[in-house]
Nanobody
Framework: HVQLVESGGGSVQAGESLRLSCVAS????????MAWFRQAPGKGREGVAA???????TYTYAVQGRFTISRDNTKNTLYLQMNSLKPEDTAMYYCTARKYAFSGSLRVCLRTESQNYWGQGTQVTVS
């Protein structure tokens, strides 16, 4: 039974920081790719950041320079450090995983259809 459990969301003021965590369980092997998506009220899901098993990362342009994705494979945990938060970052944030390899740019993992597993989400509100 695959499970992704997010934590770390909350309400902050603009300019502050938050760190999201996601613990993965139930996978038979290592997750090749993991990512963070977000969905603001009335909008579709947007890929925020993705990382492969070697630690290479990619970001959507709106968060480059402010957000950092990382993973600890020994703990099966994914992180998203979010600095200089803006009101437009307000959204439900989802942890995702893709089990299968593919060829091409890591930016493919910022597409919703590329991910096999999704967590329940954690709310981030910036005012």
């Amino acid at each position: 039974h695959v499970q992704l459990v997010e934590s770390g969301g909350g309400s902050v003021q603009a300019g502050e920081s938050l760190r999201l965590s996601c613990v993965a369980s139930g996978f038979a092997g290592s997750n090749l790719y993991m990512a963070w998506f977000r969905q603001a009220p009335g909008k579709g899901r947007e890929g925020v950041a993705a990382i492969d098993n070697a630690g290479s990362a990619t970001y959507t342009y709106a968060v480059q320079g402010r957000f950092t994705i990382s993973r600890d494979n020994t703990k099966n945990t994914l992180y998203l450090q979010m600095n200089s938060l803006k009101p437009e970052d307000t959204a439900m944030y989802y942890c995702t995983a893709r089990k299968y390899a593919f060829s091409g740019s890591l930016r493919v993992c910022l597409r919703t259809e590329s991910q096999n597993y999704w967590g329940q989400g954690t709310q981030v509100t910036v005012s």
